[in-house]
């Protein structure tokens, strides 16, 4: 890590924020509305490649309103998250997996790739940068946005010749207001996230956006989040509007959606398939039905829902509903199996856990 953090120089060092407004800060209770001193950053021109990788104070970047990204959406972000261990160490969770996924999503914009080393490199010397801002809470850690834009002033359609990557950071508690406590979600019977061939695989803003309306009317109908269903036929359960999904059956199998190329391979997704695994279910990826679904909440061969990303960790599902059905899961609280499995999780996470799969890597 020294290595890769050594290529980035230290622009600013200034803490502008008394000790105590800081503090206040970083108790923020509301997801991503706070941000640290400073952001990492490397730009990219098609002639010299990546340049410039620097830590330089947190403020408005310069855009000219011709950047490419303004007008096409030529973007792509990630997620992750730094926590502080009991000995005031900062560890990050699989950064590699985000910085692999990264570069696919690159892959999938046009967008140039960053080398792995500089993803890593830029998140670690902002970190270190700003390490007072690593929360230590129990459900609390530093969110860690890395996001590359195309920025040439061009209205043609083509791949950006200049793009600028970033990474800011967020102090962070539990994304859902409410806590950890069970959500309701919406099924979005008339919108969906993604088609077969589309960019749904990679983390873009477009994605994201595309799930406003539809998370909107979620909303509307009292419910947190919305769940997508496949473009094709409209019957097979997808993804959730910023995270993925589980169901775990009163026999104690779980499921997830199979990954189709239009659902986000989620790194919480992959790690929780390796924890259930090692407790011994049995976790099947595949095609999964919303009548199916309906069918098992109703008859109690589903017992859990629950939704997960770094964002939103594990997230207990309480209740599905849609245009035409309203099912609280079991009694409407947290299962046991979603419990144990984000017991295990943010152990890991908090180093409270042995990591015994390498996931965690030190800032
Ligand atoms: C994450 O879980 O990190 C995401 O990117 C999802 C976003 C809705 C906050």
């Given at each position: 890590i020294d290595d890769v953090v050594a290529?980035?120089?230290i622009h600013s060092t200034d803490t502008p924020l008394p000790a105590d407004e800081r503090a206040a800060?970083?108790?923020?209770p509301k997801f991503g509305t706070v941000f640290t001193d400073h952001m990492a950053r490397v730009t990219w021109t098609s002639g010299e490649?990546?340049?410039d990788r620097r830590v330089e104070k947190y403020g408005p970047l310069l855009l000219d309103p011709a950047s490419a990204v303004l007008h096409y959406g030529q973007e792509i972000f990630e997620g992750l998250k730094a926590y502080r261990h009991h000995d005031g160490s900062v560890w990050a969770f699989r950064p590699e997996a985000n910085a692999a996924r990264f570069a696919r999503s690159a892959e999938r914009l046009a967008l140039p790739v960053l080398p792995a080393e500089d993803f890593i490199g830029a998140a670690a010397a902002l970190v270190r940068t700003d390490v007072e801002w690593v929360p230590d809470g129990e459900e609390a850690s530093l969110y860690l946005r890395p996001f590359m834009y195309a920025s040439e002033a061009f209205l043609g359609v083509r791949?950006?010749?200049?793009?600028e990557f970033l990474v800011i950071a967020s102090p962070v508690?539990?994304?859902?207001a409410g806590g950890v406590k069970p959500v309701a979600i919406w099924v979005a019977q008339d919108f969906h996230r993604a088609g077969a061939g589309g960019t749904g695989a990679a983390k873009c803003g477009g994605n994201y956006a595309a799930s406003l309306l539809p998370q909107t009317q979620a909303h509307e109908k009292g419910c947190e989040q919305v769940c997508f269903l496949d473009a094709s036929t409209n019957t097979a359960i997808e993804e959730l509007g910023g995270m993925n999904v589980f169901f775990v059956r009163a026999d104690g199998s779980v499921e997830t959606p199979e990954l189709t190329g239009s659902i986000l391979e989620g790194v919480t997704r992959s790690s929780i398939i390796t924890l259930l695994t090692d407790r011994g279910h049995e976790v099947v990826e595949r095609r999964i039905l919303l009548s199916e679904v309906r069918e098992g909440l109703a008859d109690g061969s589903y017992a859990e829902v629950?939704?997960?990303g770094t964002a939103a960790v594990i997230t207990p599902i309480g209740r599905l509903a849609g245009e035409d059905f309203d099912l609280t899961i079991a009694d409407g609280s947290a299962g046991s199996v979603t419990m144990t499995?984000?017991?295990e999780l943010t152990d890991i996470q908090n180093g409270r856990a042995a990591d015994r799969h390498g996931w965690m890597t030190r800032l």
């Open positions: 290529r980035f120089e800060a970083i108790a923020s490649g990546w340049t791949p950006s010749l200049e793009a508690g539990p994304y859902f629950f939704a997960c499995i984000r017991g």
